[in-house]
């Protein structure tokens, strides 16, 4: 049963990261983010804090999330 619970995590953020890249622009409450990839907040918290973790994406002053500049 945890294998299916990582394949499920790792195509969640294969989807988060896909969205990200295909709209450059893209910045997105926790709210809005929710409701974009229809999970609940605690998920898509523990989501997108993993992508801040791992530098992909990064919070903004207003909270927001947005992909990381690249350098």
Same mark, same amino acid.
């Given at each position: 049963?945890?294998?299916?619970?990582? #394949?499920?995590? +790792?195509?969640?953020?294969?989807?988060? /990261?896909?969205?990200?890249?295909?709209?450059?622009?893209?910045?997105? =409450?926790?709210?809005?983010?929710?409701?974009?990839?229809?999970? #609940?907040?605690? +998920?898509?918290?523990?989501?997108?804090? /993993?992508?801040?973790?791992?530098?992909?994406?990064?919070?903004?002053? =207003?909270?927001?999330?947005?992909?990381?500049?690249?350098?």
């Amino acid at each position: 049963m945890l294998a299916v619970a990582d #394949d499920r995590t +790792t195509l969640m953020l294969y989807r988060i /990261r896909g969205e990200f890249l295909e709209m450059p622009g893209l910045h997105l =409450t926790l709210e809005q983010a929710a409701r974009l990839w229809h999970i #609940d907040a605690a +998920t898509c918290t523990a989501a997108l804090g /993993r992508l801040v973790a791992e530098r992909f994406l990064v919070r903004t002053r =207003t909270g927001a999330y947005k992909r990381a500049e690249q350098v």
